[in-house]
T-cell receptor, first 115, second 109 residues
């Protein structure tokens, strides 16, 4: 079974530029998560989708971050404009069960460096 | 108080040692608890769920103390391959998770 796919794996941009990340969850998984993991920290939830609806985006900095999950499958996370403190690994995860806590399967992440 | 707190370590132990990690959580309404493992520059992976009665999976034992809002992970007979960061995870809300900062374990020959 294919795992969670993410691209790109690495991205280097200058502050104030825009960047987008893509995620393809495991087939059939209803719930998709985007996390930000800063070096030395645990993953921090940015946004959670159930199918194509948003369940939780309370920790998403909405002035610069946006995310969508069209058709309840793939998802994109965008940062516009980027700040130095956005340098982190952006992890996408998916889980099979909708509406309850189940095992989350993570993708390899996108490592973003903002100069 | 942070939602999930862990000692960041690192814990340096020799092969064959027994090591224990602790974690405290602030939300008394939390119902689901997990330990995830994260290798260096890799994604987190579920190690085990933590049940009220305690549970064991091979060399790994997890315990939950709801009264003290405390979770533990015990690793017996440590292997070199156990070197990783162990993330304590607690549910926040209906289906979302909060991750601790993680505890780093280094097992040496």
């Amino acid at each position: 079974e294919a795992g969670v796919a993410q691209s790109p794996r690495y991205k280097i941009i200058e502050k104030r530029q825009s960047v987008a990340f893509w995620c393809n969850p495991i087939s059939g998984h209803a719930t998709l998560y985007w996390y930000q993991q800063i070096l030395g920290q645990g993953p921090k939830l940015l946004i959670q989708f159930q199918n194509n609806g948003v369940v939780d985006d309370s920790q998403l900095p909405k002035d610069r971050f946006s995310a969508e999950r069209l058709k309840g499958v793939d998802s994109t996370l965008k940062i516009q404009p980027a700040k130095l403190e956005d340098s982190a690994v952006y992890l996408c995860a998916s889980s099979l069960v909708a509406g309850s806590v189940g095992e989350q399967f993570f993708g390899p992440g996108t490592r973003l460096t903002v100069l | 108080r942070k939602e999930v707190e862990q000692d960041p370590g690192p814990f340096n132990v020799p092969e064959g040692a027994t090591v224990a990690f602790n974690c405290t959580y602030s939300n008394s309404a939390s119902q689901s608890f997990f330990w995830y493992r994260q290798d260096c520059r890799k994604e987190p992976k579920l190690l085990m769920s933590v049940y009220s009665s305690g549970n064991e999976d091979g060399r790994f034992t997890a315990q939950l103390n709801r009264a003290s809002q405390y979770i533990s992970l015990l690793i017996r007979d440590s292997k070199l391959s156990d070197s990783a960061t162990y993330l304590c995870v607690v549910n926040r809300g209906y289906s979302t998770l909060t991750f601790g900062k993680g505890t780093m374990l280094l097992v040496s020959p």
